[in-house]
Each structure stands twice: as C-alpha cells, then as structure tokens.
C-alpha cells in the first residue's frame, strides 16, 4: 500500500501530499477537481445529475403547489394571478381548483355576517340624542363578489364599508321619527330601519343610487334609550296626568253623589208633597162632609123649629124659650153663672 503511494507521488510530482491519520498520504480537494480520470468525471456527472434532477424536481413541486387552491363551502372565491394581475370573474365555492402558478382566491364568506350596533347615538326629528342598540345580519352573494373585489378589494375592507352603511341607515331613520314616537311606534321604526338597511346595501337602480354589493337579510332593534331629561319630563307628565285622571274620577264620584242625594231629596219632597195632597185631601172631604152634615142638620132642625113655630103659634122668643127649657131639661147638672141683671126663665114668652 505504501508502494503504492509513492508510485502515484511518482505520477503527480506537483501535488501536495498531507499525512493521514494513520500516517498515510491521502489526496488534497485540489487533486480530486483537478483528476481527470474517467471515474472521477462520471462520478461527477452522477453528482451533477442528482442535483439538477432534485432542484428539477423541488421546482416542479413547488409550482405544482402553488396551481392549486382551496375554497371552503362556506365560502366564496374568485382567482386572482398575481403575476399578470388579473382577477377571473367566476366565483367558486367549496372545493380545491387549479390555476396559473402562484394564483390566489380572493375569499368571502358565503353565509349570514351579523353586525352588533351597541350603544351607538343617533339624533331624532326634533333634534334630541337617543342611544340605541341594533343587530343586523347581511350576505354576499355569487353575483355580488366580483364587483365587491372591484371596489373594496378584499373582505375586511368591504365589511368596515358595509357597517357603515348599515350605520347610517340606522342614522337616516331615527331623523324621520319623534322622540315620542319611539316609545309608541317601535314596531314601525324598526321596520323603516330594515328598509333603509336594504336601501344602504343594495342600492335602488330606479333612483339611480348605488349600493354596496350585499343583501340585507334582517334588522332587529334591541334596545333605545331616550335622554334622561325627557324621562323625567315623561314621568312628570305621566303623574300629573294620573292626577289629573283621579281628580276627574273623583269629581265623577262626588257628582253621582250629589245627583244621587239630589234624586232621593226630591223624592223624598214628593212622597211628602203627595201624602199631604193626599191628607189635605181628606181632611177637605172630612170638613166637606161634615159641613154638608152640620147644614143638614141645621137644615132640618129649623124645618122642624118651623113646624113647632107654626104647630104652636109661636112667636120667635117663644121658639127661644122653647129650645132653653128643653137644653135645660136635657142637662143633668147644671151650673149657671149669670151677671146682673141676668134673665133666665121666658115663661112669659110661652
């Protein structure tokens, strides 16, 4: 082996010689490149060839890759090739696609995007701050996508413009309502902030005013709150007018009452103003009757005094002596009392 070396040093008199480890010359990288050799210069081409076939076969790997994208079923894609700058105009959805090398999606979500509005302020018709909490729910759509990428660019920047529609809409239709109306109308305003949500985000071709490539699915309002002032005027108002309703109330109730003592009086005079009717009645019935009794009996008693007068022959005072004698035969005790000068008996008369 050692013979062996020298025979090469023999061959290569130019080449440096280094002491192995073992103390055996070995080949510098000098006279390894420099070796012309056939096995060496295959060695070299094996070498080579390896090389450019693995470089050849990253490359292809790598642009492979880089044709192929995915897009989630829930969402929407449109092909963009960032080399020629271009942007396809067919949106795709859920599934891995094929395109130029180093193209990308341009990504959407397909489903409902909610938008919580909270605590924002907005000013009603007759310039009073209200706070009011809103949620929103919105959608982009297959048709919509590539003129929103035209616009906006990308996702993100299309939603800050979509909520701020949305905000604005919300804006537009506190300024068409009074600050009383919403406590009486909720329903109805809700209702117009859903339309002029739908007017913000989809535009109206009729009227010529542009959207903002979404469709607007749903508004719900959550909660409004009005100022405090007006709350406490409110509660004032309400107070008073409760009053106001009590007093009413009661002046309602004493009047019934007042009617109704009125009723029982009158009534009351009229059973009294009919009972005396009806006793004065009676009584003149009584004196009529009684009267009619006395003249009858008047009557009578003359006929038969005249009768007597005119049987006996006598003369008036006779008559008069007459009736005496017989009032004092009828009298069982009799007590007279007569003043000077008293005339009792009329004998002389008979």
Known sequence: M???????????????????????????SE??????????????????LCVFLGVSLIVIIGVLASSFGKVESTEYGIEYDIHKKELDAAAKSGGLFIGPPGFEFIKFPSTYITVDLDDRTCVS????????SV??????????????????????????????????????????????EFQTKRGIIQSNMEMNLKLKLEGNPERGQEGVNAVAISLQLRYIGLPEAYNLAVADKQAAEEDIALAIAQRKQETTKGKTKLLTAKEEARKIKDTAINEAEV???????????TL???????????????????????????????????????????????????????
């Open 125 to 132: 018709n007759d310039g009073l701050p209200l706070t009011f």
């Open 31 to 48: 006279t390894m490149a420099r070796d012309t050799s056939p096995e060496a210069v295959d060695s070299r081409r094996k070498i080579a």
């Open 2 to 28: 050692f013979v062996s070396n020298l025979e090469e040093g023999k061959q290569q008199p130019n080449e440096a010689k280094k002491p192995s480890v073992v103390g055996l010359p070995i080949k510098s």
């Open 283 to 293: 009584l003149l019935t009584e004196a009529r009757l009684k009267a009619e009794e």
């Open 296 to 350: 009858f009996s008047f009557q009578k008693e003359a006929e038969a005094l005249v009768e007597v007068k005119n049987a006996l022959n006598f003369t008036s005072e006779g008559v008069l002596a007459y009736l005496s004698n017989n009032l004092l035969a009828e009298t069982l005790k009799l007590k007279v009392t007569a003043g000077e000068p008293a005339r009792l008996s009329r004998k002389n008369e008979l």
């Open 135 to 180: 949620t929103y729910q919105y959608q982009m759509t297959e048709t919509n996508l590539y003129q929103a990428i035209v616009k906006y660019r990308d996702f993100h920047k299309w939603a800050e413009t979509v909520e701020a529609a949305g905000l604005s809409a919300v804006h537009h239709s506190c300024s068409e309502f009074l600050v009383t």
